[in-house]
């Protein structure tokens, strides 16, 4: 049986991933390496996720008055010394996570391992994070805030948690920029978030975890539809698994933070499995519902309708394309109207114009932004003027290149099936880098969606590096780290390093000399041994 350590460089493999080139598949000559469940790489992984999860008690996204630290014996980790190896644990966990993760991604292009250990380590690596304080985010103190005032009767969208003069220590624990914003979430999501704190009150340990476990549902519904989209799509399972679920941006981001990015991807791919079966209907119900979470599943809503008009009887192309319009605009209305109505009571669409709030955020991240920021600081050289509309005038480009970009591929999706899903994914990634804001774990929009389909081992490789760089884009108290240029440094170098060990183990081959080096000297001493002993 084989071991749980890398393939050695002639180790058989059964082709670099979902879509390899022709030599590297089955029946080349190669034969594929026995294996045994990837202990050793899990371990890692849990470790890795409870050093996270120890870090994060006092590097994380921690409480202003935490009842289980506090002002106690243990608060020193929250200061001075103490935070800084309270980081240096948390990025340690975090290092041997992303260490497992690439593992796993090896044994799983080598044919070593299938999709049930890729699901276990998940689980594992998870676990941990369940009763974490935020990683990377404060965004869950904002989701506690706003169902807060759902729940007392204060407007989300048209009033900020600061409003609220009751359960102040979920108020005081949502971010300083979303005080005083209205929500930008859908009203589905709000009426989740009020049933949390109606059961969990002023707890905001226990707001946030029982918001983990309730987002959950999401990733249950994500692992559910992955095996159809695979077969329906053409790719490869343990890829798609690998990608979709075991990944940091799944681990850390969604669950981790946690994100309702989870819940929302959840009625997606859901949907689209619905779709991709013909069951129209339910498909644009489902991810009108995804839509009511978040509101970027709307990107995908026009796609459908081709897949619904291509699965039509008749020839009449145009007949179908409007039948199929015309009934995915009516179950459309009618889920959105009863849906906001349900949620908030009325026929509320407040949340409309609360989407501009997230456009507060700034940074490189954001493509326009970043272009924007470049060109202000080549002319403020120059001349003394405000970075604003800069900013703003390229955000106005990027979203008209987003707009013709979005219906260059909707036109594209005519002839429906895989095609239309994979459109759909491609204009989700680029709704996440071309619309205001760029957030790190918005790239997941697409990516999940994407892992179903056939992947090359190459592609995969740059998946990592751009994975790893968008857990570490932010510090763990979640303010970000895009301007600190020393530590971005890292961070990028950290990526290409993680992104060469999936295509080669120990790409730089520090572990190969340091292995031989402790030969050579073990093999001095062992000689020594023997002439002293002559």
């Known amino acids: 049986m084989a071991t749980t350590t890398d393939p050695v460089p002639d180790a058989p493999s059964l082709g670099e991933a979902a879509g390899a080139p022709a030599e590297a598949r089955p029946g080349n000559g190669r034969v594929r390496v026995p294996s045994r469940f990837p202990y050793r790489t899990i371990s890692m992984g849990t470790i890795g996720s409870v050093l996270l999860l120890l870090g994060a008690l006092g590097a994380g996204g921690v409480l202003i008055r935490d009842p289980v630290i506090g002002t ?17 644990v948390l990025y340690a966990g975090f290092g041997l996570l992303m260490w497992a993760w690439v593992r796993l991604g090896r044994y799983m292009l080598a044919g070593r391992i299938g999709t049930r250990p890729i699901l276990i380590a998940a689980a ?36 900020g948690p600061a409003e609220l003069e009751i359960l102040p220590n979920i108020v005081q624990n949502v971010h300083p920029v979303w005080q005083t914003t209205p929500a930008p979430y859908g009203p589905l999501f709000l009426l989740v978030a ?61 669950v981790g933070g946690p994100h309702n990015d989870l819940m929302m991807l ?39 309708v081709w897949v619904w008009a291509n699965h039509l009887p008749g020839e009449n192309r145009l007949r179908n394309f409007l039948k199929a319009g015309a009934a995915s605009v009516g179950i459309f209305a009618v889920v959105f109207v009863l849906g906001t109505w349900v949620s908030l009571g009325s026929f509320n669409l407040g949340w409309v114009t609360g989407l501009q709030a997230p456009t507060l955020v700034t940074n490189w991240l954001n493509f326009p932004t970043g272009i924007g920021q470049v060109v202000y600081t080549l002319v403020h050289l120059v001349i003394n003027v405000p970075e604003s509309p800069f900013v703003t005038v390229a955000r106005a480009l990027a979203m008209l290149t987003l707009a013709v970009f979005g ?60 994975a790893i760089f968008l857990v570490m884009a932010y510090y763990p108290t979640g303010e970000q780290a895009l301007y600190d240029w020393w530590f971005v440094a890292v961070t990028i170098g950290c990526g290409v390093y993680a992104a060469a060990s999936l295509l080669r183990p120990d790409p730089l081959g520090l572990i190969g000399a340091w292995r031989r080096q402790t030969g050579a000297a073990e093999a001095s001493v062992e000689q020594g041994g023997q002439v002293s002993r002559s």
Not at 128 to 137: D, G, H, M, Y
Not at 277 to 297: C, N, S, W
Not at 427 to 435: D, F, W
């Open 407 to 466: 219906v260059r591929q909707w036109w594209k999706s005519r002839f429906g099936g895989n095609e239309a899903i994979f459109r759909a994914a491609m204009t989700l990634l680029a709704t996440a880098i071309l619309a205001p804001p760029t957030l790190p774990w918005y790239l997941t929009w697409g990516f999940v969606v994407a892992a179903a389909f056939p992947w090359r081992r190459r592609h995969l490789a740059i998946v990592v590096g751009v």
């Open 266 to 304: 959840g009625f997606l791919t859901v949907g689209l499995v619905a779709a991709l079966e013909r069951k129209h209907a339910v498909a644009i119900a489902l991810v009108t519902l995804g839509m009511l979470i978040k509101p970027t599943a709307a990107v995908a809503l026009p796609f459908l």
């Open 124 to 159: 594992c690596w998870m676990g941990p994070l369940l009763v974490s304080p935020p990683l990377f985010t404060r965004d869950v103190f904002s989701y506690l805030g706003q169902g807060a005032q759902l729940l007392h009767g204060l407007d989300p969208y048209a009033h």
């Open 72 to 88: 106690g014996p243990l608060s020193w980790i929250r200061y001075g010394h103490g935070q800084m190896l309270a980081n240096a």
């Open 194 to 254: 009020k049933g949390v704190v109606a059961l969990t009150g002023d707890n905001v340990i226990a707001g946030v975890i029982v918001t983990r476990l309730v987002l959950l549902l999401g990733l249950g519904a994500m692992v559910w539809a992955m095996p159809r989209l695979v077969r329906h799509l053409g790719g490869k399972l343990p890829v798609a698994m690998w990608l979709a679920v075991a990944s940091p941006m799944t681990v850390i981001h969604l």
